[in-house]
Nanobody, 122 residues
Framework: QLQLVESGGGLVQPGGSLRLSCAVS????????IGWFRQAAGKEREGVSC????????NYADSVKGRFTISRDHAENTVSLQMNSLRPEDTAVYYC???????????????WGQGTQVTVSS
């Protein structure tokens, strides 16, 4: 059974850091691109970052460029999102998803995790 499980969310002050992890089971990471999305209350789900199946290509939303870094560990079958210089507007539920290639559109992803809450507040 294909499964993705996010962890690492929490409450952090503005300017702080968090590291989210997406643990993948039931398939090998090198077959799928992994994307991170977020959804704030009352807003649509938006793409944050994505890394392709080889791990050689990563992309980021303009709003997080220079602050977030995506990486994958094939040995551990995990994908991480390092989030630095967090802002209140980064507050959202963060999801990881698996698809055949990177895309900004959630519909292009086949499998989703349950999400983890990130709250940036003083």
């Amino acid at each position: 059974q294909l499964q993705l499980v996010e962890s690492g969310g929490g409450l952090v002050q503005p300017g702080g850091s968090l590291r989210l992890s997406c643990a993948v089971s039931g398939f090998a990471l090198n077959y799928y691109a992994i994307g991170w999305f977020r959804q704030a209350a009352g807003k649509e789900r938006e793409g944050v970052s994505c890394i392709d199946s080889s791990g050689g290509l990563a992309n980021y939303a303009d709003s997080v460029k220079g602050r977030f870094t995506i990486s994958r560990d094939h040995a551990e079958n995990t994908v991480s999102l390092q989030m630095n210089s967090l802002r209140p507007e980064d507050t959202a539920v963060y999801y990881c998803a698996a698809g055949s290639h990177c895309s900004d559109y959630p519909v292009m992803y086949d499998y989703w995790g349950q999400g983890t809450q990130v709250t940036v507040s003083s």
